[in-house]
Nanobody
Framework: QVQLVESGGGLVQAGGSLKLSCAASGRTFSYYVMGWFRQAPGKEREFVAA????????YYADSVKGRFTISRDNAKKTVYLQMNSLKPEDTAVYYC???????????WGQGTQVTVSS
């Protein structure tokens, strides 16, 4: 099992940047595919980005391609989401998640709020 704790959220002006971190516990962090999701008020949770265990594969929602970058440091058991050129529509609670290869995202953090002002 893995436990996840996000940090790095906050309030930023449109066009600004934030870097989210997700620290994991457990000995098998490098085994998991890691992802970021977000949920805006009144909307369903949506996929943002994901990264394979070796960082060889990264995947992004169309809405964030070219602006967000997902990365991981398996030695530090941490996954990151660098968010640039932020827009008000990026405002949401951002969640870190983990899944076994071929499985579903079964492990979730508590979320961190990102607010982008116009």
């Amino acid at each position: 099992q893995v436990q996840l704790v996000e940090s790095g959220g906050g309030l930023v002006q449109a066009g600004g940047s934030l870097k989210l971190s997700c620290a994991a516990s457990g000995r098998t962090f490098s085994y998991y595919v890691m992802g970021w999701f977000r949920q805006a008020p009144g909307k369903e949770r949506e996929f943002v980005a994901a990264i394979s265990w070796s960082s060889s594969g990264t995947y992004y929602a169309d809405s964030v391609k070219g602006r967000f970058t997902i990365s991981r440091d398996n030695a530090k058991k941490t996954v990151y989401l660098q968010m640039n050129s932020l827009k008000p529509e990026d405002t949401a609670v951002y969640y870190c998640a983990a899944k076994s290869p071929g499985g579903e995202f079964d492990y979730w953090g508590q979320g961190t709020q990102v607010t982008v002002s116009s």
